[in-house]
């Protein structure tokens, strides 16, 4: 079916997801695995989440609300705008699907950095975009590059803050620097799907700037701190009016019941994350230590994984780990022949970690 198919979706590389830890266990025969490849909350939601998910699996005959009404309420609140502003996808993926599929037309050009979220690339190719990927510089976006590759013809920016894989963020003074000058007919995606990690006091305050450009889009997610990536649930947070052009692509009931009422929980359980993201930053600075006493070169990162070089061929350091119990990423898919990245687990986890790494190097 191939010759019949679209021409822009035979350029896109198919998306490759870290192995889920039940296949490594039934390919290799292995009892002991842990994965740290999908920068997931290794420690999961919390209880009053589970117990609040159970209670709602009795109502499962029946359709979502489709509009997400109590979850929107809350969340309203909670970032204090208006409800018209946020628009729910079936995990943030599908908000940057949405955003291309509402904006990009076949031979429009769309600006992203490289190596980034792959996502932002395979959604722009689908569209048949004419994509300027424009090399990071030490590991940062190199914003004036950015810059200077907008043309008449850019429809869409992709600034993944903080992105993956690099794991390094922009500040408020560097987004400002950015957005000065630029047309405001040019949609700027903001991808924050790691921004309850983040602990720099100059981190940008995107829903701030929301309120004098109407032409950038938020993103965040329940998948990476609130431990929900198996229920698929992020938003998005923009003007009214571009929620609601998202709202018109949007499929009537994307984001399932589970979904909505375990992220309303999530909401109440402010104390529980924060000890979590606390646990997170303990674990890093091990991780970094550890690194550093194996003479290995990482990227400080201000999220849930690292970006880790290693000294052979990234292919076959994920391999040997892989054989060990250990799932990482092997960077080589984004050209990276020499990195691995590593989401921050347990203490338990990344102990074993650092010990099958130590054997296998
Ligand atoms: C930068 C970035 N954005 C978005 C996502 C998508 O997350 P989800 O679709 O689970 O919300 C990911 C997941 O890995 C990510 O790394």
């Not at 769309?110 to 030490?138: C, E, Q, R, W």
């Amino acid at each position: 079916m191939k010759h019949i198919a679209k021409k822009s979706i035979l350029n896109v590389k198919p998306y490759v997801p870290g192995k889920p830890i039940e296949e490594v266990k039934r390919k290799l025969g292995l009892q002991d695995v842990i994965k740290l490849a999908s920068n997931e909350n290794p420690y999961g939601p919390s209880p009053h989440v589970l117990a609040a998910i159970s209670k709602a699996a009795h109502n499962l005959n029946r359709y979502p609300d489709g509009d997400c009404y109590y979850l929107r309420q809350a969340l309203a609140q909670h970032l204090d705008i208006e409800p018209n502003q946020l628009i729910f996808g079936n995990g943030s993926d599908e908000l940057i699907v949405m955003a291309v599929r509402a904006f990009v037309n076949e031979g429009d050009e769309v600006v992203m950095a490289t190596p980034s979220f792959l996502v932002y690339d395979i959604a722009s190719k689908i569209a048949g975009a004419n994509i300027h990927a424009v090399p990071l510089k030490n590991f940062r976006y190199d914003l004036e590059g950015m810059k200077a590759a907008i043309t008449d013809k850019t429809k869409m920016v992709f600034l993944g803050n903080p992105d993956n894989p690099a794991g390094t963020y922009l500040s408020e003074e560097d987004v400002r620097h950015f957005l000065k000058g630029l047309r405001n007919d040019i949609l700027i995606f903001m991808d924050e799907a790691y921004f309850e990690y983040v602990e720099a006091e100059d981190y940008v305050n995107s829903i701030r700037l929301l309120r004098t450009h109407k032409n950038i889009f938020v993103t965040r997610t329940f998948s990476k701190m609130y431990g929900l990536a198996g229920l698929r649930i992020g938003y998005g947070i923009g003007g009214p009016s571009l929620c609601d052009v998202l709202n018109r692509i949007r499929e009537p009931f994307n984001v399932n019941s589970l979904a909505q009422v375990g992220a309303l929980a999530c909401l109440e359980e402010r104390a529980y994350y924060r000890t979590i993201a606390k646990k997170i930053s303990t674990q890093r600075r091990y991780l970094y230590e550890s690194l550093s006493s194996m003479e290995l070169e990482y990227v400080e990162s201000c999220t849930n994984f690292i970006l880790i070089k290693v000294k052979a061929k990234a292919s076959k350091v994920a391999q040997k780990l892989l054989e060990k119990g250990v799932i990482i990423r092997d960077m080589s898919f984004w050209g990276m022949d020499h990195y691995i990245r590593v989401t921050i687990g347990t203490e338990p986890e990344n102990q074993k970690f650092i010990q099958v790494l130590e054997e296998v190097l």
